[in-house]
Structures are given as structure tokens and as C-alpha cells.
């Protein structure tokens, strides 16, 4: 795999730039589309805001100036997509942002691309009802295996504060799921 | 399920993986609070194949683009609004330029109201992570007495039943 110093460098120079966007399209694509995908939960928003994330990786990796590493900063860029993506459809259909959750788990019920069973889809239900950063780091520990170094430097928290946000949410989740038992 | 698995360092033992299925659906059985290993979500067949391509039309698309402004003269109108607060700054400044803001300055009751009215966020752990034990002012709660009404209050609205304090009649 090539270095991400090299990396970065190809993708600031004109010659080499869309060789290397290429690369980088198919380095990060699948981490960073489920990612998008557990905030968004529809395949179709989720292919939208990864596009767009690319592209905002594109026209501003001029700026990118190494401080943190490349992928951290596309999944800050993902990150900040997809939860933008989400506000601008609550605000579009003048709903809160609890019913929007609500509405986006129910739709998986009938989503082609939604292939869970009962306790996958309830797992949902418990993942939507969570708080946004609890939710964030909950789908980044659990589902994307980052280590809490990784999350902490793509969401900007301490370790302690993920660590304590990871362990409220899978408290909540374990008794959502009792719960509806 | 097109779910991708990173490699972190770590192996499994030989044909791990080919039993997984099993032992997890097993263990569901046995615990009903274990949570599911994958999130049941799935793609188009071929999604990622033909993504590269469709990024790269869509960048293109948005390269080429001229865009048309809405408002041409918009950029003069902004600078003569930048030009006026600039001199309505300036002038601010001069008027109450001697009235340094600090932290001191800030009433308790807006702070407080600050902290009622926002969302920090931040969960009593989180809390618990940044700020000292020792500047904690524990002392308050010890050696100050606490006015009754004030204690009853607390109660009033934190205790859903008086049974679980176990109250004896006469204290």
C-alpha cells in the first residue's frame, strides 16, 4: 500500500492528482461508505454524502496539512456530511430530530438494502434513540473496530469522555433491548 | 453481507470464522442481552465497482459548471455592509473601551442559566474525566449546613417514592 505522505503529496500535484485520487477512492470507499451508511441508514443518502465527502477531500486536500492523519480528516469530512446531510432533510421535512430518527429506523423495516432480523433491527431502534455523540462513538467502536486513539482524534474528544460516552451507550442499548424483550 | 473487516494486528484461530455464524446464533440463544454483530445493512450488487467512475463524472461535472451569480452586484453591497460595522465597531469600541470583559464580570445567575439552558452534551462521567477531585468542592457539601427547605425541595422532585428512604417516624 502506498504511504499516505506519498499519497497526499501525488494528490497536490497536477500531473499525478487523478491517479491518485483513484487510489485514494479505493483505499478508503467501503470503510468510509459504512460509516456514512450506520449515520444515514439509507443506501441512497448514503452513496450522496459519499460522493460529496470525496469530493470535498478533493478540492481541499490543498489545505490538508498532515496535522492529524489523512483518513482521520476524511472521516471528519464523512462525519460532518452525513450529520449536515441529516439536518438539511429534518429541517426539509419540518420534523424533530427524534422523529427523524424514528422515521429513518422505521423505513428500514421496508428497505431492500436492509437485510437484518428482529434483534438487528432493534439494535437500530436502540442506536437511533442515542444521543448523537454516543451514537457516533458507539457505531465507531462497535461496528468499524476503531480503537479509541482513532475515534479521538476524527471526533476531537478525549479518550476518557469516548470511553465514558461508549459505555453509556451500550448501557442503553442492553437495556432497550431487555426492554422491548 | 458486504461488511468489511479490518485488520487490526490481532488473528484468529484456523477456521474461526467458519464457525462463527453457529456459535454466535448460539449464543443469542443463551444471552439475551448480547448484541448482534453486524448492523443488517447490505449494498446494490456492484455498488463499489462503479463508484470510482460515477465520483469521478460528478467532479468533473461540478469542475466544469460555470456558475451563473444570482446577484452580481452582491459583493458591492456586502462591502459597503462590511465598511458601515467596521465604523460602528470602531465607534463601540471607543465608547466602552474601558470596560474590560472578564469571566468576574459574568453574573452566577447567567452562568447558571448558560449551563440550564445548553445542551453541553456532556454526561456526568465526562464531567467527572476533566475535572479534579480536589476541585471539587466537597468541602461545600460538608461543612455547610444545608437549609431544610432547601433539602426537602431536592427530595420532592429527585424521589419518586418516600418508602425507599426509609424514613423512621421520628427522625
Known sequence: ?181 | MNEEHKNSGFKTPENYFEGFNDRLSERLKEDESTLPENAGLKVPEGYFDSLNEQITDKLQQTTSTKVVKLYPHRKYYLAAAAIAALFILVLGIQQFGDKELTFDSLANSDIENYLDNTDLGLSSYEIAEVVALDDIAIDNILEHELIEESIIDYLDENVDDFDELNLELDE
Open chain 1, 1 to 181: 500500500m502506498i504511504a499516505e505522505e506519498t499519497l497526499v503529496q501525488q494528490l497536490k500535484e497536477k500531473d499525478s492528482q487523478s491517479q491518485a485520487f483513484e487510489v485514494l477512492i479505493n483505499t478508503y470507499k467501503e470503510r468510509l461508505y459504512w460509516h456514512i451508511r450506520r449515520i444515514v441508514l439509507n443506501h441512497d443518502d448514503a452513496d450522496d454524502v459519499l460522493q460529496n465527502t470525496f469530493i470535498k477531500v478533493f478540492r481541499n486536500i490543498e489545505g490538508f496539512k498532515g496535522d492529524s492523519k489523512l483518513y482521520s480528516w476524511m472521516y471528519r469530512i464523512g462525519t460532518n456530511e452525513a450529520l449536515s446531510f441529516l439536518k438539511a432533510k429534518t429541517r426539509k421535512l419540518g420534523v424533530s430530530n427524534e422523529e427523524m430518527q424514528e422515521r429513518m429506523v422505521n423505513n428500514l423495516e421496508a428497505d431492500v438494502y436492509f437485510e437484518g432480523d428482529e434483534i438487528q433491527l432493534k439494535l437500530q431502534k436502540a442506536i437511533a434513540i442515542l444521543p448523537e455523540k454516543q451514537k457516533l462513538v458507539f457505531n465507531m467502536k462497535y461496528f468499524d473496530e476503531l480503537k479509541y486513539e482513532e475515534i479521538s482524534e476524527i471526533l476531537e474528544t478525549s479518550v476518557g469522555g469516548l470511553k465514558a460516552s461508549y459505555h453509556l451507550a451500550v448501557k442503553k442499548i442492553e437495556h432497550f433491548l431487555k426492554e422491548e424483550q
